[in-house]
């Protein structure tokens, strides 16, 4: 594999779990303590905001690990085909 | 008349809703400006440099098309239609985006060209490439003002923000971040929104369906959808897929199914996911041949999926909501039509805190969309109008500059067609069919032109032409009644009926005119190109089975079948 060095676009996936882990707080929140017997009727019995957020924390955990675990770079020759950077 | 409606889909956002939305807008504008970094050279700007990993271009792929359109047209579908509806997904967008990932790919991205305009430079030369340049360059700003009017008609329905307001303010963060950060941005943005949207979509699935009572529940209570008095979709046409009268207005089920099968499934979606630049430019971004090839492949899977919930909870809207229960037993009072149904659904399940998601997402679909217009259109206009015949020859960061101030003359344009359209709406709906008519005469040219070397540059230029004129005229003819098909069968005929008129014109043409020397198709025609060439690297980061293009392909077609089979 090639030499490395940091990639010049930033990585999405950071991205992806700071918006995620920001809506999923969020959401948990309103859901443990905002939600009136109105709202869950409304959603037919289910604590949606609390499932959706517990989702969205999980989901921001994904993105954070793997992004952590498969790091972003790309080689020092961008030769078609041959760049040596793994992320999927 | 509209007053009503404004009345009934106001939604009561409260301050959480908005904070959620203003925290994805700082995102878009965050991530324009990070990407801006990036940008040194036009292909930069313009194909993000050829340097996007496979995942990122292949849900790219799939948002940029989702947008208004989709999600509206789709949900209403599933609302007025039933399981037909699916065929779009399955019948339509996954063979067309497995054949490009598979066949096509390797010449787009194999040749170099920067843009699906340009490849036709190279297979036929000017003539079809100024047809298809500028008919594209037109198509897309115009059809970005349709993505900004709906854009603002929801921000207008749903928080009661003025038209004109929505419409500057949507318009400026889009151009904003797309002048910036070039594609890069574009892409990014449409990813998150891929996921915003999901995250919207699913809890209305499952949440009305729990309230429905479940899949039988809803196979219970769906209604048959009466139009004058008659019944125009029994129950039983909306709850299988086939043959899908309903869904085309053809009266002969053969008939229907072979509307589905070759106007649907072969031309319109073929002509949109193969030769759609707006599309096409998300696999050209990609790093590598192996990643382009990926790219729609990666996509197919979550489109597949997403079908299942943006049509079910289209069926579902029309059992839950009251207003929408009128409008399909044809005793609606004119207040709402399918195309709320998503509103609706969002205005009757969602509590605040999701319903801030929801908004959010319907608005960065809405952007997303109108920001893959404007990407596509910077770059066609720049390199296959502006470098290829006005200013030749100039350093490349001129290039860069002339995107970039196209891309704010984009917006402009759009927010005028936008305000035009906010005055004729019909007139949008009319030229939105129109553009989709010349991707199905595209189809048939970039397909004869790949595999038949024969083909000469005279008849790549005619044949869109004709294709799409007849397109035209075929359409015309059923809005003045001569042909009386009603549903979307009209659509699928005319598109039929560009394709099999592109082929026989390219081919009669072809017959007596002179081809271009072999030398010059190298790369461009199947049988001059040497295999390796149309071959990719797979070792490193592209090796292992499951990144095979043929594995991926093969795979989303076998989840296809299963689920056309489930859904029969």
Redesign the interface.
């Known amino acids: ?1 090639a030499e490395k060095k940091k990639a ?3 990585d ?1 996936r950071g ?2 779990a ?3 882990a ?2 999923g707080v ?2 948990t929140g ?2 443990l303590f ?3 017997q ?2 869950l009727d ?5 604590n ?2 609390l ?3 517990l ?2 924390l999980a ?1 921001a955990l994904v993105f954070f690990g793997w992004a952590r675990l498969r790091p972003l770079a ?1 080689p020092v020759t ?1 030769e ?9 | 008349m509209h007053y009503l409606a404004d009345a009934d889909l106001r939604l009561d956002a409260g301050p959480i809703d908005y904070a959620i939305l203003i925290i994805y807008f700082a995102l878009v504008l965050g991530i324009g400006a990070m990407a801006r970094r990036s940008v040194n050279s036009s292909l930069d700007f313009f194909l993000s440099g050829r340097s996007l990993p496979a995942w990122v271009t292949g849900l790219a792929f799939i948002s940029a098309n989702l947008g208004a359109v989709e999600i509206f047209g789709m949900t209403a579908n599933g609302a007025q239609y039933g399981l037909p509806t699916m065929h779009y997904y399955w019948i339509g967008a996954i063979p067309a985006m497995v054949f490009l990932g598979l066949v096509m790919m390797p010449f787009y991205y194999g040749s170099k060209v920067r843009s699906v305009p340009e490849f036709l430079l190279r297979r036929f030369g000017r003539f079809a490439h100024l047809t298809n340049g500028i008919s594209f360059a037109i198509a897309q700003v115009l059809i970005a003002g349709v993505n900004l009017f709906a854009l603002a008609t929801v921000v207008n329905l749903l928080l009661g923000w003025p038209l004109w307001v929505s419409i500057v303010v949507a318009s400026a963060i889009v151009l904003a971040y797309t002048s910036l950060g070039g594609l890069s941005a574009a892409v990014y943005n449409e990813v998150m929104q891929f996921f915003v949207i999901v995250a919207m979509l699913l809890p209305l699935t499952f949440v009305g369906l729990h309230k429905v009572g479940g899949w039988q529940g809803l196979v219970d209570k769906i209604a048959p959808e009466v139009k004058g008095g008659e019944v125009a979709g029994s129950t039983a046409d909306q709850l299988s897929s086939w043959p899908a009268m309903n869904l085309t207005g053809i009266g002969s089920a053969t008939l229907s199914v072979l509307g589905v099968v070759f106007g649907l499934g072969f031309v319109l979606s073929f002509g949109y996911w193969t030769t759609n630049f707006a599309e096409v430019q998300r696999a050209m971004s990609a790093k590598s041949m192996s990643a382009a090839r990926r790219t729609p492949l990666i996509g197919a899977y979550p489109k597949t999926l997403i079908a299942l919930i943006i049509i079910i909870p289209g069926m579902i809207a029309a059992v839950l909501v009251p207003e929408l229960r009128a409008v399909k037993a044809g005793t609606g009072d004119g207040s709402v039509t399918y195309n709320e149904s998503i509103l609706l659904l969002i205005r009757d399940l969602l509590p605040n805190g999701m319903l801030g998601i929801g908004i959010t997402g319907l608005l960065a679909a809405f952007m997303a969309g109108m920001a893959a217009n404007v990407s596509s259109f910077n770059t066609v206009f720049t390199y296959d109008i502006w470098q290829a015949y006005v200013v030749k020859d100039k350093p490349d960061d001129y290039y860069l500059k002339v995107g970039r101030m196209i891309t704010v003359v984009g917006c402009v344009v759009a927010i005028g067609t936008a305000f035009i359209a906010s005055t004729f709406d019909n007139i949008m709906d009319y030229l939105q069919t129109l553009f989709g008519f010349f991707n199905a005469p595209l189809f048939a040219t970039f397909i004869l032109g790949m595999f038949w070397k024969r083909m000469t540059p005279l008849a790549g230029g005619l044949g869109l032409i004709m294709g799409t004129a007849s397109a035209v005229t075929v359409d015309t003819l059923n809005r003045v009644g001569v042909l009386d098909l009603a549903g979307q069968g009209a659509s699928f005929v005319a598109a039929s009926a560009a394709f099999v008129v592109d082929i026989a014109v390219s081919v009669a043409v072809s017959l007596v005119t002179k081809p271009k020397p072999e030398s010059e198709l190298r790369g461009l025609v199947w049988s001059l190109t040497p295999r390796d060439q149309l071959r990719h690297d797979d070792t490193g980061e592209n090796a292992g089975w499951f990144r095979k293009p043929v594995v991926l392909g093969a795979g989303v077609l076998a989840l296809t079948v299963v689920l056309n089979i489930i859904f029969w």
Do not use: C, P, Q
């Open positions: 594999m010049g676009l930033f999405l991205i992806l700071l918006l995620f920001v809506y969020i959401l309103m859901g905002a939600t009136s109105e709202d409304k959603a037919a019995g289910i949606i905001n499932v959706m957020g989702v969205m989901t790309v961008t078609d085909g041959a760049s040596a950077e793994s992320d999927h």
